[in-house]
């Protein structure tokens, strides 16, 4: 086993940097989930650590040394494809054994390893299949024996389950958990799926543009978001984003008008003024009657699903060309609808709006240029 | 029908609609084999020649003429018909050899590697394709002259792949290009050098599209003509359709044993296509990516 460190990495297609200077440390043992938009250049990034892609600056170490220039085959790496990549002409128990046949492992322990891989994943009926007569989730299956034969000391996943539907994803994905879990080897594990990436990391690292964003476990990721890229991306549905001044200790601006305690201000921004705020779907409540709601929400669609409902609507007395103006980088559009996720019997509402109160202690500030202010934000609860 | 929210697509026509299809593609069937039946005809006709009518079938049918092509020899007693069916066998299978080898080498070079001179390579061998053959053929003659390679098989089989060779690149690089380089990318992490790479996973893979690019390498060499004819002066180097024309002389005309060599030369070919024919429907690849 081996820890993977990325110091300075970079990679240019001609003038176009794909991945600008990426510093990133898999611990021994550790699940690293590296997650991030289509084209944002997750996968440039795992295959150079599998070294399929030369690295254009920066120094690259597997364990304590340093492979920018060792070949693939000696990394002791294995890595999953999103296609799979089984070799079609052979079996399922060659396409497994490949690896080990070409690097001379004796044939008796071949087929023990075989023998192990193939059981702990279920593959025992098929090993004398080709991968045309498999089902997809099959050959995700063997796609995964054929790393785990090798017993590598990182193993490097591209998407691997993207191409499974909806339900065998969740169990593959338990299973790649579970495998993760008996085997203890280090993973590097890119998706663009933000569930994969909360359920599975140790630590997640969200990258955009080339650029990574934040590295952390997922709590962190999620409840003290590095910057409004991170927050938008990650939580479903998204939070939203609010561009408000300070008037003393309160706060107005897109259609929000909230009175906080003087300690409370002061943590959750500093002495900034003007700030964004966001605010996650699940941390709005219903204003009790007769109390001064800190917004009011126009109702446009309510979505019951039984355990909760969704709201969606836009406040009263909202300019959301504000925020749109203060060129946040943020997954979503800055000017999209606001989601609330209340309780199923919120109250019945019926009427055209919703007087609402916010949660102080899950609030999210950032500043004018995205970056978070506050340090106050409690432990969350995922959703 | 126009504009009914019923389509047709998915009952079987009935009726007169049924048969139509068959009353055009007899007529066609019948042109396009009329010639075929016509030289089959000529070649059952035995020795005496054929009677002038249009009807495909002989009135007194005989083996005669292709007892009479086969077991055909020289002066000294040599059998000649096998000296040339063995000279058309070697100089086509040699020259497919040649050609499949050192064209799946290239190909998979054109196809996956970036090197000076690649683009104008593919340049190169797609320019040799578009002229017809006929122009190189005086230089040629006066290369195989100077080299003193006229009347031998080793003469044909160099001039042949300087056709075969570009040919084969080409097919094949098209071929190479459709595999899934993640393959290749898997294999490179399990260890395989690009040899092993080629060997064990492109060879494999590429098996139909090698199989069918070799019977077209093959059948051009076995039914070319103007070149062998040009180089080859003496009847024991004859390839078959060399022997064939000479069988339709300036004086002496013998239609029959022209009709009964073509169609034993005709006979090779069917059974290597019938060989290969699985191979052409391909789909090798299948299961390896996705699904
Ligand atoms: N060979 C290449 N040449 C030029 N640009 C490339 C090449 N490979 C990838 N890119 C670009 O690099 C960016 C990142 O790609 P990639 O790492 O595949 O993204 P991701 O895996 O995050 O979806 C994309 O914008 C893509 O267009
Ligand atoms: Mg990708």
Redesign the interface.
């Known amino acids: 086993m081996a820890r993977v460190l990325c110091k300075g990495i970079e990679k240019s297609y001609g003038d176009v940097r794909v991945v600008r200077s990426l510093d990133l440390e898999v611990a021994d043992g550790e699940f690293l989930v590296l997650v991030g938009a289509s084209g944002c250049g997750k996968s440039t990034t795992l295959r150079m650590v599998a070294g399929l892609e030369a690295i254009t600056a920066g120094q690259l170490l597997i364990g304590d040394r340093v492979v920018n220039d060792v070949a693939p085959r000696d990394r002791d790496i294995a890595m999953v494809f999103q296609s799979y990549a089984l070799y079609p002409h052979m079996t399922v128990r060659d396409n497994m054994a490949f690896g080990l046949t070409l690097r001379g492992v004796a044939k008796a322990e071949i087929e023990q390893r075989v023998g192990v891989a193939s059981t702990m994943l279920g593959l025992n009926d098929l090993l004398d299949r080709k991968p045309a007569a498999l089902s997809g989730g099959q050959r995700q299956r063997v796609a995964m024996g054929r790393a785990v034969v090798r017993q590598p000391s990182v193993f490097l996943f591209d998407e691997p389950l993207s191409n499974l539907d909806a339900k065998l994803r969740v169990q593959m994905r338990l299973e790649i958990a579970k495998l993760h879990k008996k085997l203890g080897t280090t993973i590097l594990y890119v998706t663009h799926d933000q569930v994969e990436a909360m359920t599975l990391a140790d630590r997640i690292a969200v990258m955009h543009e080339g650029v990574l964003q934040q590295c952390a476990p997922p709590q962190v990721i999620y409840s003290r978001p590095a910057n409004t890229y991170v927050a938008t991306f990650i939580g479903s549905p998204a939070m939203n984003l609010f561009a408000v001044q300070r008037q003393g200790t309160r706060l107005v601006g897109s259609g929000l008008a909230m009175d906080l305690d003087p300690g409370e201000i002061e943590l959750l921004c500093g002495d900034e003024t003007e700030l964004t705020v966001g605010i996650r779907p699940q941390d709005w409540r219903p204003a009790p009657s007769g109390s001064t709601p800190d917004a009011t929400l126009q109702v446009d669609v309510q979505e019951p699903l039984g355990s909760e409902t969704f709201v969606f609507g836009e406040l009263l007395g909202a300019n959301r060309d504000l925020l749109a103006g203060r060129d946040l980088i943020t997954q979503q559009r800055a000017d999209s609808l606001v989601i609330l996720r209340l309780e199923a019997g919120f109250g019945g509402h019926q009427g055209p709006a919703i007087g609402l109160h916010i949660d102080r202690q899950r609030l999210h500030a950032f500043d004018a240029k995205g970056v978070r202010l506050n340090k106050n934000t409690s432990e969350p609860t995922l959703g | 029908m126009a504009g009914s929210g019923h389509g047709s697509s998915g009952v079987a026509p009935t009726g007169w609609q049924a048969m139509l299809p068959h009353f055009l593609l007899i007529p066609v069937s019948v042109i396009t084999l009329y010639p075929v039946l016509y030289v089959i005809k000529l070649a059952l006709s035995g020795t005496s020649g054929a009677t002038a009518s249009a009807w495909p079938w002989p009135d007194h049918p005989s083996l005669d003429a292709f007892a009479k092509v086969a077991l055909r020899t020289d002066a000294h007693g040599t059998w000649l018909f096998g000296r040339q069916l063995l000279n058309s066998l070697i100089v086509s299978g040699a020259t497919t050899v040649l050609g499949i080898v050192l064209a799946c080498t290239a190909a998979y070079a054109f196809a996956r590697f970036e090197f000076p001179g690649r683009r104008a390579g593919l340049l190169g061998f797609l320019a040799t394709q578009m002229f017809p053959g006929i122009l190189t053929l005086i230089p040629l003659y006066v290369l195989i002259q100077k080299l003193g390679l006229l009347d031998s098989m080793l003469g044909l089989i160099l001039v042949y792949s300087t056709t075969a060779i570009p040919f084969c690149t080409w097919t094949l690089k098209g071929y190479f290009d459709t595999l ?1 380089k ?2 290749e ?8 050098t690009r040899l ?1 790479i080629f060997v064990r ?1 492109i060879l ?2 590429s098996a139909p599209a090698i199989a069918v690019t070799a019977l077209f390498s093959f059948m051009a060499a076995w039914n070319e003509f103007v070149l062998a004819y040009t180089f080859l002066s003496q009847e024991a180097a004859y390839t078959l359709p060399v022997q064939i024309r000479n069988y339709v002389g300036d004086k002496d005309v013998q239609w029959s044993l022209f009709a009964a060599s073509s169609l034993i030369a005709a006979v090779p070919v069917m059974a290597l296509f019938y060989a290969v024919e699985k191979h052409l429907v391909g789909g ?8």
């Open positions: 899934p993640e393959i990318e898997s294999a490179i992490i399990d260890g395989a092993q996973i494999p893979l090798l690849t299948a299961g390896g990516v996705k699904g």
